[in-house]
C-alpha cells in the first residue's frame, strides 16, 4: 500500500509544481524574505516554511501549502518554487507546512491542530518582520487538499490567520462515501478501512464500518459545509482511481445547496495525478490566480 502511495503522489507532484509555471528549483535565487524549518511543536515534523515579500508592511496575504501522500507521506519543500515565485512575483506571503503523519497517535483532527499551530508561528514571525498576516488561502494535493478543505471549513472562526478561499487538488471531502472502499488503486476495502481508521481516531473493519460513521464524518468536510463557507475551488479527475470522483460531486452538491461561491473543474478522463486535460489545467491556474488578486491582495 505504501509503494502505491509514493508513486501516486510523485505524480501528484508533477501537477502541482506546474501551478505557478516553478517547481522546486535547487539552488534558486530568492527575491524575498525566507524562513525555512520554523518550530510550531516538539516533533520533527512540525515545521513550517515562510516567504515574505521584500520591503512588505501592513496587511500581508497569505497562501498556505499543505502537501499531500494519504496523511502518511510527504514534505513541505514540494512547494519551494511556487512559495518563491508567489513572494517574489506576486505581493503575498508564502508558507508550506509539515504536520505529524497518521498514526495510532495521530488522527486528522490532530493535524488540524498542528496547522492551528504553524499559522500562529507564521502570524508572530509576520509582526516580527512588520507585517499583520491576516488572511489565507488554503491549498493543497490530494490529503492535503483534504486538510485544506476541512481546516477552512471547520476551523475559519478560530483560525490565528482568517481562512479567505481554498482551493482542493483531488481532495478527499466524504471519508464515508463507500466508493472510496471499493477498487480503490491503493488497495482492499480492509486496506482502506485501516488508512481511514487513523483518520478518524476510531478503528473499524470494512464491515464494521457502519458504527465508525459518526467518526468519519467528523473529520470529513462535507460535514461542515454551511452558508458561511469560504470559497472553494474544486479541481478533481473524474476517472480518479484513489478519491472517488463521487466525493468532488458530493462537495460540488453541498456547496450549492447553500449558496456558497465555487467552481467544480472536472479534469475529463484524468485519475488522481490530475494528468490530462490541458483546459482543466489552464483553467486551474487562471482560478488560482484570480483567488490570490481577489482574497489576498
Known amino acids: 500500500m505504501f ?52 520591503g ?13 501522500g494519504a496523511w502518511i507521506a510527504g514534505d513541505k519543500s514540494s512547494y519551494e518554487g511556487g512559495m518563491n515565485y508567489g513572494a517574489s512575483n506576486l ?26 499551530a504553524a499559522l500562529a508561528v507564521i502570524k508572530e514571525k509576520g509582526t516580527e518582520v512588520g507585517v499583520n498576516i491576516d488572511r489565507v488561502l488554503l491549498t493543497g494535493d490530494s490529503a492535503g487538499g483534504h486538510l485544506s478543505l476541512l481546516y477552512a471549513y471547520a476551523r475559519k472562526n478560530t483560525a490565528p490567520v482568517t481562512p479567505v478561499a481554498v482551493i482542493s487538488n483531488s481532495g478527499p471531502s466524504d471519508l464515508y462515501d463507500d466508493n472510496f472502499y471499493h477498487n480503490n488503486a491503493l488497495g482492499d476495502e480492509e486496506a ?30 462535507v460535514a461542515y459545509v454551511s452558508a458561511d ?50 483546459e482543466a489545467k489552464a483553467r486551474a491556474d487562471e482560478l488560482l490566480f484570480g483567488y490570490i488578486d481577489r482574497f489576498l491582495k
Open 192 to 221: 482502506i478501512s485501516d488508512l481511514m481508521s487513523k483518520a478518524c481516531g476510531q478503528r473499524f473493519t470494512y464491515a464494521e464500518k457502519a458504527k465508525a460513521e459518526a467518526a468519519l464524518y467528523s473529520v470529513s468536510p
Open 56 to 68: 512588505a508592511s501592513g496587511d500581508l496575504g497569505l497562501v498556505l501549502f499543505i502537501h499531500g
Open 91 to 116: 505581493g503575498i506571503a508564502t508558507a508550506s507546512v509539515n504536520y505529524r503523519y497518521l498514526s495510532d497517535e495521530v488522527d486528522l483532527l490532530d493535524i488540524l491542530d498542528d496547522i492551528d
Open 229 to 278: 463557507s469560504v470559497p472553494t475551488v474544486i479541481n478533481h479527475g473524474n476517472a480518479d482511481s484513489i478519491v472517488p470522483f463521487s466525493n468532488a460531486l458530493t462537495l460540488d452538491a453541498l456547496l450549492t445547496q447553500y449558496g456558497v461561491e465555487h467552481v467544480l473543474n472536472v479534469y475529463n478522463g484524468a485519475d488522481h495525478d490530475l494528468g490530462k486535460d490541458d
Open 3 to 54: 509503494n502505491k502511495i509514493i508513486a501516486f503522489f510523485v505524480a501528484i507532484i508533477n501537477f502541482f509544481l506546474g501551478l505557478f509555471g516553478l517547481g522546486q528549483i535547487g539552488g534558486q535565487e530568492y527575491n524575498c524574505q525566507t524562513f525555512f524549518d520554523m518550530s510550531y511543536g516538539t516533533h520533527e515534523r512540525q515545521v513550517v516554511d515562510l516567504f515574505i515579500p521584500e
